[in-house]
Each structure stands twice: as C-alpha cells, then as structure tokens.
C-alpha cells in the first residue's frame, strides 16, 4: 500500500469523482447540506519534502447546489456569495504537514468573496490505485468547521422561536479524487 510520504507529482482534481460540500444549521433544528458542482484543482505532491508540495482550488460559486432552487438562489445573491461579483472561491495551499501514514494537514488560503483567512484541513489518505483506463489516482476526505462570518456571509433572519434562521458555524465537507497528470 502506498504511503503518503511516497506520494509525488503533478495531480488534477477529478471533479467528477470529488465533492466540495458543506454542512450549515438551518433554523437551529436542522442541518442544510449542499456542494459545489463545479471545481477545479492541482497540487503538485512531494511526500519525501512536504514543504516543496503546492495545490490550488477554484470553485465556480454559480454552481452551488442545495437542491432547492430557491435558496439555491439566495445563496447566489448579495445576501451571501454575491456571484456576479465574486464568481470563485479559491483555496491555495501554503503548507503541507505529514501527521502519520493516513493523515495530511493542508494549511491554505481560503478566499471568499474578497475576504482571505488561512484554513487548516486534515485530510485522510483513502490511498492510490490504478483505475481500469490506466490512471493512477489518489483519494483524500477531509473537514473543517469555520464562521461563514469571518468571510462576509452575515446575512441572518431572526426566529420567532429565538435564535437565527442560518448557523454561523459551517463544515466543510470534502472527498477528493486526483488523477496524476502523464
């Protein structure tokens, strides 16, 4: 089995086998998941030296899916990502620490609308193969809470109940599937 310190090259994130997710309180009883549809990403690996290891994520803030059109398009509108304005989120990683055989921390640049906060994302080693075409893959999932605030999105609605309408804290819920580039 491949270990995460034997890992190197160039990879291109498979959208097609990956989520970019996240999981947010609605109306404090509830949790709301969703993803972006529409994600783009490489990261160039070194398992022997870490540090010389880079990855760069942009998500077309457009493609975001709750499967309810109309919140869908709530969450497009000013009220939060503001799309016309803002259409991308990026991530950029900036360092990589190796924890043990199936675990990696990824710090990154996180930057929403025009907001940046470093994020640290442990991610677990789900492994490499060599899929029926001849690919050679890698898999990771990860998560992280943060403050939808930090980054701007602070739109909220009172509850008759008490308490807010949207939770502050998100998670960020991610499978990555990764084809090494030829």
């Not at 870490?50 to 969450?75: C, F, K, M, W, Y």
């Not at 259409?87 to 609308?113: R, Y």
Request: hydrophobic share 40%.
């Amino acid at each position: 089995m491949t270990k995460l310190n034997e890992l190197t090259g160039t990879y291109q994130l498979d959208a097609s086998h990956s989520r970019v997710g996240f999981i947010a309180r609605h109306a404090m009883i509830a949790k709301v998941r969703g993803s972006f549809d529409q994600v783009e990403g490489k990261a160039v690996i070194d398992g022997a030296n870490p540090a010389n290891s880079t990855l760069e994520v942009t998500i077309q803030t457009t493609s975001i899916d709750t499967r309810d059109a109309n919140r869908d398009g709530h969450l497009r509108s000013a009220d939060f990502f503001d799309v016309e304005k803002y259409p991308t989120i990026t991530f950029v990683g900036t360092s990589f620490a190796i924890i043990d055989d199936e675990t990696v921390e990824v710090t990154g640049d996180l930057t929403i609308k025009d907001v940046t906060k470093s994020v640290t994302v442990p991610f677990e080693f789900g492994g490499a193969a060599v899929d029926p075409f001849g690919n050679s893959r890698i898999g990771f999932e990860g998560q992280v809470t943060v403050n939808r605030k930090d980054w701007g999105l602070t739109w909220n609605a009172a509850l008759e109940t008490g308490g807010v309408l949207v939770g502050e804290k998100v998670v960020l819920d991610l499978e990555v599937s990764a084809v090494k580039a030829a």
